[in-house]
């Protein structure tokens, strides 16, 4: 492991958050170099300096200052303050905009030529015929085969699912001459 590996995981190995493998290299990395050693220590002293400060409390009038500080700021108008300049876009950024669009005009036109049938202009038309369709027996091999598996639920499912099919295929002059 080199300085700069060592300095980039440097927060996680405090934290103590790397994998074993990575927390045995930058130990052996502590070992061997003097001066990640010593950034090491003085990290690790400063942070046990911050933990071990007491705790900060403020003076009980001092919410009451605080508010009266605020109005008086509040109520004198701020020289210093210099209001935002409004964001306007460079030229690059205009540039890199319009090449974009280029870029995306072009792709779009080339891939219409590339996925255009050859002689689209001539297209013959489709026309479609009436098949003889018979409907399927209720009793298909699914539904059979799931009766003795002990699957109540799918029976039912295939039943719903081609019943549509079969209400579909009826002819409504046998409806009529069975009347």
Known sequence: MDCRAFRE???????????S?????MQQHLATCSRCSRHDTSIRR???LVRNLPP????????????????QVGASPRLDFVAPRPYLPSFG???ALAAGILAVAYMAVETTHYYAPAGAGHVVPITASASDFSPMPMANGAFV??????MPVWPAVLMVGESPMHFANLDFHDVESTR
């Open 9 to 19: 995981n440097h927060v996680m190995f405090v934290d103590d958050v790397l994998s």
């Open 21 to 25: 493998a990575e927390m045995v290299a």
């Open 46 to 48: 400063s942070l046990l």
């Open 56 to 71: 900060i409390e403020p003076s009980p009038e001092f919410m009451a200052r605080l508010n009266a500080r605020l109005e």
């Open 93 to 95: 950024a205009y540039a």
């Open 145 to 150: 085969a799931s009766v003795p598996t002990g």
